[in-house]
């Protein structure tokens, strides 16, 4: 129990962070509705995310991969608290975004510095548990940090609920200050100013890793693939139901709490049974079995229909992700780490953008539920590629 110690402590910063992000998320939704009465002015705050991503993401990989990534994150945490804490003091809606958008390169740079740190906290044996308690903790904060948001606006406004995010993201930062220095041997040759020729340097050594590693990086692409498509036909998920379905909020409300448990119970299971679950049938599987929970889904005629899919997509994603990030953080060094994720994230981001809009498009010119399907079924082919690299001859190599 001892030795897991730093990774409960870890775990504990997660779950304040993720619930923080959540209240952030709501409160800023309603700020914005309250000043401008628009779902575009709503929808524009979707797209800062990956646009943050392309332009901090890009270098920031080298920065990551040469400096102590538990003071990187630690600073990342105060910088957004100080960060958000400001914009209830903002004197317009622009000022609101510019700063959305600098939190929101923050947050991008934060998930390839943790994702280093965590690889080399957590020993590869005990990393597909953690990976399921991880999601477990995620999907626990998407059920109360909603709750807790809904309770901070009864008792004051949304500003009250940002103020409480900033005090969440500094006692993030206190609990990262008591986790263990991994870092503490950095060479000195490796602490060097980042230049645009670093940066292409950096591109050139993911470049050939990539190009001596192609099981590698297809496993990953195929995880960048499902991320896509999830992240494109779950900006029709709230539009199906309430428009197609004629869903109430109430049991919209219960259909996402469906959701939720259906990732609580996966992570449990994972988290239990990690020793016995293989790394490649959960990739596999997982991926496969959450594109047939979204034909369910999008093939449903009301609400008791939908369950059964929303259900299933929630325990299948979290064995599909446990199996991803386990295969990635055991198969891609961590001295590179950041520079691979970040210059992959930037790619994974652009193509969430075209996509996500030429589905809205779609959507919107023809209908929600014939896009759906189709959002559905390409899923379902990247499942069946998924299921085919995991289970041929190269895998007797990876898992």
């Given at each position: 129990?001892?030795?897991?110690?730093y990774p409960f402590i870890l775990l504990g910063g997660i779950g304040i962070s993720n619930v923080g992000a959540w209240v952030y998320l709501i409160a800023l939704n309603l700020i914005i509705l309250n000043k401008t009465g628009s779902p575009l002015a709503i929808a524009l705050l979707y797209i800062l995310h990956?646009?943050?991503?392309?332009?901090?993401?890009?270098?920031?990989?080298?920065?990551?991969?040469?400096?102590?990534?538990?003071?990187?994150?630690?600073?990342?945490?105060?910088?957004?608290?100080?960060?958000?804490?400001?914009?209830?003091?903002?004197?317009?809606?622009?000022?609101?975004?510019?700063?959305?958008?600098?939190?929101?390169?923050?947050?991008?740079?934060?998930?390839?510095?943790?994702?280093?740190?965590?690889?080399?906290?957590?020993?590869?044996?005990?990393?597909?548990?953690?990976?399921?308690?991880?999601?477990?903790?995620?999907?626990?904060?998407?059920?109360?940090?909603?709750?807790?948001?809904?309770?901070?606006?009864?008792?004051?406004?949304?500003?009250?609920?940002?103020?409480?995010?900033?005090?969440?993201?500094?006692?993030?930062?206190?609990?990262?200050?008591?986790?263990?220095?991994?870092?503490?041997?950095?060479?000195e040759t490796e602490r060097q100013r980042i230049t645009w020729q670093l940066i292409k340097k950096d591109f050139r050594v993911v470049f050939h890793f990539s190009r001596s590693n192609t099981y590698v990086v297809k496993i990953y692409l195929l995880f960048s693939g499902t991320t896509i498509i999830m992240t494109?036909?779950?900006?029709?998920?709230?539009?199906?139901?309430?428009?197609?379905?004629?869903?109430?909020?109430?049991?919209?409300?219960?259909?996402?709490?469906?959701?939720?448990?259906?990732?609580?119970?996966?992570?449990?299971?994972?988290?239990?049974?990690?020793?016995?679950?293989?790394?490649?049938?959960?990739?596999?599987?997982?991926?496969?079995?959450?594109?047939?929970?979204?034909?369910?889904?999008?093939?449903?005629?009301?609400?008791?229909?939908?369950?059964?899919?929303?259900?299933?997509?929630?325990?299948?994603?979290?064995?599909?992700?446990?199996?991803?990030?386990?295969?990635?953080?055991?198969?891609?060094?961590?001295?590179?780490?950041?520079?691979?994720?970040?210059?992959?994230?930037?790619?994974?981001?652009?193509?969430?953008?075209?996509?996500?809009?030429?589905?809205?498009?779609?959507?919107?010119?023809?209908?929600?539920?014939?896009?759906?399907?189709?959002?559905?079924?390409?899923?379902?082919?990247?499942?069946?590629?998924?299921?085919?690299?995991?289970?041929?001859?190269?895998?007797?190599?990876?898992?």
């Open positions: 129990m001892f030795r897991w110690k990956p646009i943050a991503t392309i332009c901090s993401n890009a270098w920031a990989g080298s920065l990551i991969d040469r400096v102590n990534t538990r003071r990187l994150m630690m600073g990342l945490d105060i910088f957004r608290a100080i960060c958000i804490a400001f914009i209830p003091f903002l004197p317009s809606l622009i000022y609101v975004y510019i700063l959305a958008f600098i939190i929101n390169m923050g947050s991008a740079i934060f998930q390839p510095t943790s994702m280093v740190y965590m690889t080399k906290l957590i020993p590869e044996a005990d990393r597909q548990r953690f990976n399921a308690l991880r999601s477990f903790i995620n999907s626990c904060g998407s059920l109360i940090g909603p709750a807790i948001a809904g309770m901070l606006f009864w008792m004051g406004t949304p500003y009250t609920a940002i103020h409480i995010n900033a005090v969440a993201l500094l006692f993030s930062a206190l609990i990262i200050k008591m986790l263990p220095n991994v870092d503490s041997r950095l060479k494109a036909i779950d900006s029709l998920e709230a539009a199906f139901a309430k428009g197609v379905l004629s869903m109430s909020d109430t049991n919209y409300g219960f259909l996402l709490s469906v959701f939720g448990g259906g990732i609580i119970i996966g992570s449990i299971i994972n988290s239990l049974y990690s020793k016995k679950l293989a790394v490649n049938l959960l990739i596999g599987m997982g991926t496969i079995s959450t594109s047939i929970g979204y034909i369910i889904f999008y093939s449903s005629d009301g609400f008791f229909s939908a369950t059964p899919g929303v259900f299933l997509i929630g325990i299948a994603v979290t064995f599909a992700n446990t199996g991803y990030m386990t295969f990635y953080q055991n198969h891609v060094p961590v001295g590179m780490m950041g520079r691979f994720e970040s210059l992959y994230s930037v790619m994974e981001a652009g193509f969430i953008v075209v996509v996500t809009v030429l589905i809205g498009f779609a959507a919107e010119l023809t209908s929600i539920r014939p896009v759906g399907l189709l959002g559905s079924f390409a899923f379902l082919s990247v499942g069946l590629l998924a299921w085919k690299a995991v289970t041929g001859e190269k895998r007797q190599e990876y898992f």
